[in-house]
């Protein structure tokens, strides 16, 4: 711990608590929650568990699996041992994992001036519904956001350090994000990029180390999924899933109900279903691909339409579920539900709106602050490649720190600005 963080550690722990306190009391108030997916992820951890190896056969033969990457249901082994999954024990240890990402924002903000906006940041995430909502959920969200800004604080500790060591252990815990959520595959070369901007001395070798520790950590299981598929697979198998999805423009992208109902009886949702073995669904990529293309074909106007409608959905929220209203804000208002129109309001604007205007100015930080750098980095490439993907909120949280961290850097700006009317932005 850097001394700077040693002054800081009442803070620290202030926040770490608040966090713990609120995620504690939300799941005494509504409990453990499991998705669609939940499932399993339960059973690759119960095979685990019990020898059977990765595979989501509940009998002999066990069919070796490639549908989910590894590293979450190996979480729920060693939490859940032998035995059947306790979902409260997974959601006590992804809120200790969770409240740690709220003590990372104050970590990667120190750079900024005031310290307020930092403790805002802060608070923010700790507070914040969707996260708080995440870490009591049985699905990779809390440990997938924990790892990366594990592994963003290493990169900048073997940055300010100069320690090639630490950047080879940054890219070993980045290679394990990746077997968390193969997604983790973006912020590698996010992450490899802004270093070699950084033209610091032995900016080559620390770029290589951190190249070497993700190739390290990843490789042996990518190995794995090859030899058993028969085809190049890094982590997971069953992904061309979330590209298919969003070119069915036929189909209302925000009716999860009624879209999941629909992919049951579409081809290739049924063609999904049927697959057993894993050499079957690394093939069937190929069908979901042209299917993919061809719907797209059919009618780009609807398409590009259909993903307008869509895309905002990826970082824009008034969390109604996590507080468990269904309903739109605008269908709220329509019942003159007027007290759950403006919390709905509330937290559209403090938890979405306004961290997302303040983290578009903080870009303007982005080239003097190495760690801002790399927020802007990670959100943008998180931005970008969801563009042609299945959107859900819930895959902007692992990016939700970072965007956090530039509108710390945004609020720096707009409040030195406003103390100093003559001072430009």
Not at 27 to 44: C, K, Q, R, V
Not at 79 to 85: D, L, N, S
Not at 264 to 290: C, H, M, W
């Amino acid at each position: 711990m850097t001394p700077s963080a040693r002054r800081e550690l009442p803070l620290l722990l202030a926040v770490f608590v608040l966090a713990l306190m609120i995620r504690f009391a939300f799941l005494a108030i509504a409990g453990p929650h499991s998705a669609p997916d939940s499932s399993e992820y339960e059973t690759l951890g119960h095979n685990i568990a019990a020898g059977n190896g990765f595979t989501l056969s509940t009998a002999a033969p066990f069919i070796p699996s490639v549908r989910r990457p590894p590293l979450y249901p190996a979480f729920l082994a060693l939490v859940g041992g032998r035995g059947p999954v306790d979902p409260y024990a997974v959601a006590s240890v992804q809120i200790f994992l969770d409240s740690a990402v709220a003590v990372a924002i104050l970590l990667l903000t120190t750079a900024i001036p005031m310290k307020s906006v930092r403790i805002a940041a802060a608070v923010i995430y700790a507070m914040h519904p969707a996260a708080v909502a995440a870490s009591s959920t049985l699905l990779t969200e809390t440990l997938f956001t924990f790892l990366l800004a594990g592994a963003t604080l290493l990169v900048l500790a073997a940055r300010n350090r100069d320690r090639p060591a630490l950047s080879i252990l940054a890219g070993v815990v980045m290679g394990v994000s990746v077997l968390c959520r193969p997604l983790g595959v973006i912020y590698i070369g996010s992450a490899a990029l802004v270093l070699l901007a950084w033209r610091r001395p032995r900016v080559i070798a620390h770029t290589a180390a951190f190249l070497i520790g993700c190739a390290l950590t990843i490789l042996p299981w990518t190995y794995r999924c090859t030899v058993v598929t028969g085809r190049v697979v890094i982590a997971q198998a069953a992904g061309i899933c979330n590209w298919y999805l969003p070119t069915r423009w036929d189909w209302d992208q925000n009716d999860q109900t009624a879209l999941w109902r629909q992919f049951k009886n579409d081809p290739y949702g049924q063609r999904l279903d049927a697959a057993r073995t894993s050499a079957e669904i690394v093939d069937l990529n190929d069908f979901g691909r042209d299917q993919a293309i061809r719907n797209v074909r059919a009618n780009p106007r609807a398409y590009l339409m259909s993903r307008i409608r869509t895309y905002p959905h990826l970082f824009i929220s008034t969390f109604g579920g996590s507080m468990g209203i269904d309903q739109t804000l605008g269908e709220v208002i329509a019942q003159r539900r007027f007290g759950a129109a403006a919390l709905l309001a509330g937290f559209l604007i403090v938890f979405s709106l306004l961290p997302l205007a303040l983290a578009a100015l903080g870009l303007a930080r982005t080239f003097s602050n190495p760690a801002i750098s790399l927020c802007a980095a990670f959100v943008l490439a998180t931005l970008f490649f969801h563009i042609p993907m299945w959107i859900e909120y819930r895959y902007w949280l692992p990016v939700l720190p970072y965007e956090l961290g530039l509108a710390a850097a945004g609020a720096d700006v707009v409040l030195r600005r406003w103390q100093s009317p003559k001072r430009p932005f």
